[in-house]
């Protein structure tokens, strides 16, 4: 039996570095969106929050989060496995029987300025 494995991940544990995140009693109240509008240039991921209510043509956004491409790329695959964990335990989420094609995810156009 090799233990060269176990020994290398008992290392890797040990030099993980660990952050403490601390969540304000705003932010822990979190904000609802049911529209998000991705953008993106060569550098950066934006991704604006805002929420749409019916019979309202006007919505604000709520949240902007700026990220780049490497960690826009992370969350894609971190929500991709959440998704994966839900859908085991609680069933498949649909979406085919959206209210309005307007609500929802959608992408900017990639001509599209980005501040």
């Known amino acids: 039996m090799n233990n060269k494995g176990d020994t290398m991940n008992q290392n890797n544990?040990?030099?993980?570095?660990?952050?403490?995140?601390?969540?304000?009693e705003k932010?822990?109240?979190?904000?609802?969106?049911?529209?998000a509008i991705i953008t993106h240039s060569p550098a950066e991921f934006v991704i604006d929050f805002t929420r749409v209510v019916p019979g309202v043509p006007k919505a604000r956004v709520l949240s902007r989060i700026i990220t780049t491409p490497q960690h826009?790329?992370?969350?894609?695959?971190?929500?991709?496995?959440?998704?994966?964990?839900?859908?085991?335990?609680?069933?498949?989420?649909k979406i085919d029987n959206q209210p309005s094609p307007q609500f929802g995810f959608i992408s900017g156009d990639k001509n599209e300025k980005v501040n």
């Open 13 to 24: 544990d040990q030099n993980a570095q660990q952050i403490n995140i601390e969540l304000g």
């Open 27 to 35: 932010e822990a109240e979190g904000i609802y969106s049911n529209l």
């Open 72 to 93: 826009a790329k992370m969350l894609m695959r971190a929500l991709k496995d959440n998704i994966d964990k839900f859908e085991s335990r609680f069933g498949e989420i």
